[in-house]
């Protein structure tokens, strides 16, 4: 009986994946778009602490992308082929993978992480404008773990900017020519926020 009940209780524990049907795509413009899709991994609060403590995280002031932006938050970058930290995640790329690759045309092949220790750590106005993505659409797909931020989204042209905010488990996904007509970015928060951890998967050639 005990046995019986451990193996329903880590069942119902372990992290699985929601349905990529329900995405709410979101049109920024007539061109780029951000679905979404609110807790889409479930269960992840192991996955969290797993990568909270085992990824080696770097720091990253640099400069970054096609301008120089302040970089104040860890990352750790797993190219094509590179063994991911979870299981999950390598689950969670192969789904991604199964959906959009109609529409993309290829894989998402690589996955770049990046944590948030707290309300100051962000990430600076910028595209994912590295390689093939400066001058073709693409789609990067973030999942977001750990306490909730914003990602702002502003026309490179000037307009109004957008705002969706991402909590634990939830997908955003960035496509159409979102990297290049729209910077995107994590601003600072004074809110008393825990870390935050957030995976983007890419296709090959793309940064
Ligand atoms: O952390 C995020 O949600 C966004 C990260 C990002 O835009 C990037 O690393 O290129
Ligand atoms: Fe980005």
């Known amino acids: 009986m005990q046995a019986l009940q451990s193996s329903l209780f880590d069942t119902a524990d372990a992290p699985t994946l929601g349905d990529l049907q329900s995405r709410h795509r979101r049109y920024l413009d007539g061109s780029a778009w951000v679905d979404q899709v609110p807790g889409w991994a479930c269960g992840a609060d192991d996955v969290l602490e797993t990568l909270l403590h085992e990824v080696p995280w770097r720091s990253e002031r640099r400069t970054m992308y096609d301008s120089v ?3 104040p938050r860890l990352t750790c970058f797993y190219s094509a082929g590179e063994a991911l930290p979870h299981p999950m995640l390598v689950d969670m790329r192969e789904r991604l993978t199964e959906h959009y690759a109609p529409e993309l045309g290829e894989p998402f092949v690589t996955a ?3 944590l948030y220790r707290d309300g100051s750590d962000s990430v600076a106005w910028h595209g994912d404008r590295i390689g093939r993505s400066r001058t073709a659409d693409t789609m990067v797909a973030i999942v977001s773990l750990g306490s909730a931020r914003h990602l702002t989204f502003r026309p490179r042209d000037g307009g109004r900017s957008q705002r969706l905010s991402l909590g634990h488990g939830d997908l955003a996904v960035m496509g159409g020519a979102c990297q290049r007509t729209w910077d995107h970015s994590v601003p600072k928060t004074s809110a008393a926020v825990g870390p935050r951890i957030s ?4 296709v090959a050639g793309v940064r």
């Open 199 to 202: 995976i983007q998967y890419r």
């Open 69 to 71: 932006v302040d970089v």
């Open 112 to 114: 770049g992480l990046c």
